[in-house]
């Protein structure tokens, strides 16, 4: 399959941990997406990558959010002292190029307790 | 303020019956708008987007700038169109989502 592949599908953590979430994207697509999705919501955007760089993270809610791209490949969203409201499913897309379709991992589910 | 409204959290209609999930937005600008759906335990996925005027599993949308809609519409519903449906608007090449309608198509 060559979609786009989130790891883990599922994590439980306790509050004030550290958790880092993975996404693969379809091979050769430049564009990376992160967005988040609370209950009953629709997602909201993090922070986009072109290539390895951060072009825009104005959607990251705090500094405890960080995310990275090195390879301009695989992506990382690392969240520090995690807290309950940052429960939620984290959405990872790919496109291959700025504003060409973007493809859906089937995200991963996040729950602090 | 960019904004995406869809006013129905949840719409159930008898199979065979018409279709329209309703889309309001907040644009300055030439909007682009998307449908996307998101089928029990599968992952989001494109259905529509306005620039492309295509009609995807019979579903249908355009973008009305003088009421600031893009309502989806389906003239026939089938029981596997029952889904979650997302109206999107592409800002600064991020998606601004709507809150998503739940439809149910009853048989």
């Known amino acids: 399959g060559a979609g786009v592949s989130q790891t883990p599908s599922n994590k439980v953590t306790e509050k004030g941990k550290y958790v880092e979430l993975r996404c693969d994207p379809i091979s050769g697509h430049t564009a990376l997406y992160w967005y988040r999705q609370s209950l009953g919501q629709g997602p909201e955007f993090l922070i986009y990558?072109?290539?390895?760089?951060?072009?825009?993270d104005s959607g990251l809610p705090n500094d405890r959010f960080f995310a990275v791209r090195p390879e301009g490949s695989v992506s990382t969203l690392k969240i520090q002292r995690t807290e309950r409201g940052d429960s939620a499913v984290y959405l990872c897309?790919?496109?291959?190029?700025?504003?060409?379709?973007?493809?859906f991992g089937q995200g991963t589910r996040l729950t602090v307790v | 303020a960019q904004r995406v409204t869809q006013p129905e959290k949840l719409l159930s209609v008898f199979k065979g019956a018409p279709v329209e999930l309703k889309c309001n937005y907040s644009y300055s600008g030439s909007p682009e708008l998307f449908w996307y759906v998101q089928y029990s335990r599968q992952r989001l996925q494109l259905l529509l987007r306005?620039?492309?005027?295509?009609s995807i599993k019979g579903f249908t949308a355009d973008l009305n700038k003088g009421e600031t809609s893009f309502h989806l519409k389906k003239p026939f519903a089938q029981e596997e169109d029952s889904a979650m449906y997302y109206c999107?608007?592409?800002?600064?090449?991020?998606?601004?989502w709507g809150a998503g309608t739940k439809l149910i198509i009853k048989p």
């Open positions: 306005h620039i492309s005027r295509e």
């Open positions: 990558f072109q290539g390895t760089g951060a072009a825009d």
């Open positions: 999107a608007l592409l800002s600064n090449y991020q998606l601004i």
């Open positions: 897309a790919s496109s291959m190029t700025l504003n060409t379709e973007a493809f």
